[in-house]
Nanobody
Framework: QVQLVESGGGLVQAGGSLRLSCAASGRTFSLSVMGWFRQAPGKEREFVAAIRWSGGNTWYADSVKGRFTISRDMAKATVYLQANSLKPEDTALYYC???????????????WGQGTQVTVSS
């Protein structure tokens, strides 16, 4: 099993930046794809970005492309989400998750963290 713990969320003004972290522990040798998702109140959980653990390939939702950057530190078993030019519509609970292949569907990811709140004020 892999355990995931997110951190780095907070309150920021529109146009500001945050760096989210997701630290993995347990069977980290089994990591294949790490994804970030977000869920706003009353909305479905949506894909934000993902990265292939070994090759570093990345994928982004159109809504964050050019503003968010996903990266990983394999030695620390940690994945990051650098969120720049934040907008009020980015406000949500942000989760990281791990899966065996890339997908933008939450159901394809098997392990999830508890989430970190990002609030962007206008």
């Amino acid at each position: 099993q892999v355990q995931l713990v997110e951190s780095g969320g907070g309150l920021v003004q529109a146009g500001g930046s945050l760096r989210l972290s997701c630290a993995a522990s347990g069977r980290t040798f089994s990591l294949s794809v790490m994804g970030w998702f977000r869920q706003a109140p009353g909305k479905e959980r949506e894909f934000v970005a993902a990265i292939r653990w070994s090759g570093g390939n990345t994928w982004y939702a159109d809504s964050v492309k050019g503003r968010f950057t996903i990266s990983r530190d394999m030695a620390k078993a940690t994945v990051y989400l650098q969120a720049n030019s934040l907008k009020p519509e980015d406000t949500a609970l942000y989760y990281c998750a791990t899966g065996t292949y890339f997908s933008n569907a939450p159901n394809d990811y098997r392990a999830w963290g508890q989430g970190t709140q990002v609030t962007v004020s206008s």
